[in-house]
């Protein structure tokens, strides 16, 4: 029998991404919508042939929902995802987990007592690049880690502007360019750092003068003197996705618009082989649904950066010190 998804919401950009993949997965098939924004969910519903649910409970009650896709107002996941939990749904959401950590506990003390998957959308986590980075890390080639940098960015919020106007209202994002695309960077960072820092300050662009961030960048500082600078934009459509290492013995680099992983040590460089990623995590999510496994490393780093934005969230507020 296929896995019988519900989407909670097409608020979010990618919500029609996943609703394709659930829709072309030979081991899942979408039986409910709801949305709560009425129209939106009737017409989506409608498109993919489910049932709509105006009601939130009403669809979680039901015995052919085995699952949910939630794609909802990011300030509205902890009462998504634990009433998701504790009606025995098995839950696979958009980043970030939740807005603060005290959310986020609340929702894995749902999940843990409904023995339900809870697998978060961190994408970057499975690609080829981040194995082939984490192997090299792992063989000492860089010497002491010193940097990790890692751009992300896009231009949704120029020229026509493909971004929705509600991802610009911090009353359900909370916040813009760095909690919500930045999210990819970050975890990455986390992970390459291989702790959380000591502490992170951010800096806060507004360049389309809307009420969140467009433009942003955080800096951790872990104990050791290491950093991780991690950038997001909205407003640069050209600007290439770049991945940074730097030690005391080399350095690793990796970016678009030519997809190559260069190892630099003693002033030569070499190109090292990326592998094939690992599955989409929807695919991954599905599995480990069917194995009644989870992926712990995912949910893991879920919960470190849920700290690490609340912190750049506080530290993006502050005024800087005037120059």
Known sequence: ?????????????????????????????????????????????????????????????RDDVDAVVVTCPTTAHREVITGAAAAGKHVFTEKVLAPTPAECDEITAAVDASGVVLMLALPRLYEGYTAAVREVLAGGALGRLTLVRIRLAHGGSVGEGWLPEHFYDPAATAGGALIDLGCHPMYLARLFLGRMPETVTASFGHVTQRAVDDNAVAVLRCADGTLG??????????????????????????????????????????????????????????????????????LALGLDLTRLMAAATRSGREEGSRT
């Not at 909670?8 to 030979?26: E, I, M, N």
């Not at 640069?236 to 190892?263: D, I, K, Q």
């Not at 460089?269 to 094939?276: A, N």
């Not at 695919?283 to 009644?292: E, I, K, P, S, T």
Request: avoid cysteine; charged fraction near 25%.
């Open 229 to 298: 600078v991690v950038e997001a934009s909205f407003t640069t459509p050209a600007s290439p996705f770049s991945l940074e290492l730097h030690g005391t013995e080399g350095s690793l680099v990796y970016g678009t618009p030519e997809p190559r992983l260069l190892l630099g040590t003693e002033g030569d460089w070499r190109e090292l082989p990326v592998p094939p990623r690992r599955g989409t995590p929807f695919d991954l999510f599905v599995r480990h649904v069917a194995d009644g496994t989870r992926d712990e490393e995912n």
């Open 1 to 61: 029998m296929p896995l019988r998804l519900a989407i909670l919401s097409f608020w979010h950009v990618h919500a029609a991404d996943y609703a394709r993949q659930a829709s072309a997965h030979p081991g899942t098939e979408i039986t409910a919508v709801w949305d709560e924004d009425t129209a939106r969910g009737r017409a989506r519903a409608a498109e993919l042939g489910a049932g709509f649910h105006p009601d939130l409970g009403s669809l979680l009650a």
